[in-house]
């Protein structure tokens, strides 16, 4: 007995990591694409470029991140705009979504004269202003509260966390959500309300005026079921109810729900993160960063590129879906096999 009313697990989750993001440094837990290697970035800024050219090159834009963590990925993305696309480099207005101070102050040190004009900070996606945008958000939604519903003989009950364990409670309303598949007695289905409420929101927006968002994140795709909250605490996996703020708690996204409740806009994908990278020439990049380096270095690179694109490493649990306006072209990389389901 803890003594105290048991709290629903979302609850729970958004408490934890809010004091966990706000206290911590996230990256001493855990390695994040962009962190792995500037290949990373660049190759995502070849894909605003393109991007940007299929919305017709509107000037300004709002080039946004949702948790940009460390800022590395937008660093990467807006030098190489510099570099190969400065007038998309010029046309964009920075803006970061990002509820940390502490994640605040690290992104603006890391962005510091890197894009044409200052960057915007804000709490929430739906506050960022109208017109045309490109979004962006790497491993964001599997931070975002989960609740998770048990099928039950009779119904659905959910799941609440008493102390440092789970009571299943005979659920009231139940939320936006795949609960039309087909669970299995005793067996859990989760629900992300507010990554749904992000997909619903932009799709809404990007009725209104041209835009495109690329969510990559691990998680399967399809109509499946099962726990996948995890937490990491000191580089470990350790007991998600423990110790809340200590350990970073995330799930595994639910990409066939996400793309469901864009309903209205256009969704490409998922993909898997291989095969989008692959696509966009993350191999041809690591040949030619390579080249002419010590055997070392260029093994570094090339060993780099493998990690992050490799089947059996983040190359297929990740995946990238796509969501724009109605009628604009497949963003670049997106003209493969869908990701399908996955290991659960
Ligand atoms: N995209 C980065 C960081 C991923 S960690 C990378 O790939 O390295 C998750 C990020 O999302 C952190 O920056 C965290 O502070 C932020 N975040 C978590 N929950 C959030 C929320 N509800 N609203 C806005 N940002 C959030």
Redesign the pocket.
């Known amino acids: 007995m803890s003594g105290t009313m048991p709290e629903r697990l979302d609850r729970f989750m ?1 408490r934890a ?2 004091a966990y ?2 206290g911590r440094d ?2 001493a837990d ?1 390695v ?4 792995i290697s500037q290949m990373f970035g660049e190759i995502l800024g070849a894909w605003v470029a393109i991007t940007w050219q299929g919305m017709g090159r509107p000037d300004p834009f709002i080039l946004a ?6 800022g ?2 937008m660093a990467d993305m807006t030098r190489l705009l510099a570099r190969v696309a400065p007038d998309c480099h010029a046309a964009a207005r920075v803006h970061l ?4 101070p502490r ?1 605040r102050e690290v ?1 603006r040190a890391a962005l510091a004269g890197r894009t044409a004009q200052p960057v915007a900070w804000h ?3 739906e506050a960022l202003s109208d017109g045309p945008v490109i979004l962006l ?4 939604l ?4 989960i609740r998770q519903f048990v099928r039950t003989g009779a119904g659905w009950s959910e799941r609440f966390v008493d102390g440092v364990g789970f009571v299943a409670l005979p659920a009231g309303d139940l939320p936006e959500g795949p609960f039309d598949r087909p669970v299995p007695e005793g067996e859990i289905l989760e629900c992300c309300p ?1 990554a749904l409420a992000v997909a619903r929101g932009l799709a809404a927006r990007f009725a209104r005026s041209p835009g495109t968002a690329l969510f990559i994140d691990y998680g399967y795709d399809g109509a499946l079921w099962g726990d996948t909250l995890q937490a990491l605490r000191d580089g470990q996996p350790a007991w998600p109810l423990a110790d809340p703020g200590l350990a ?1 708690l995330t799930a595994h996204v639910d990409f066939a729900a996400l793309a469901r409740a864009a309903a209205g806009a256009a969704c490409h994908g998922s993909v898997t993160q291989g095969a989008l990278l692959a696509g966009l020439g993350l191999f041809a990049r690591a040949e030619q960063l390579a080249r002419n380096r010590p055997p070392v270095e260029a093994h570094a690179i090339h060993d780099a590129a493998q990690r992050l694109a490799a089947p059996d490493r983040m190359g297929r649990l990740f995946k990238a879906l796509a969501i724009t306006s109605p009628g604009l072209p497949a963003p670049p990389g997106f003209a493969v096999e869908p990701a399908g389901g996955d290991v659960r």
Do not use: H, M
């Open positions: 958004a990591n809010a993001y706000a996230p990256f855990f994040t694409a962009p962190e991140e949702a948790g940009p963590g460390r590395t990925l979504v990002e509820t940390s994640l992104q709490d929430r996606i958000a790497n491993e964001f599997d931070a975002l509260p507010e970073d």
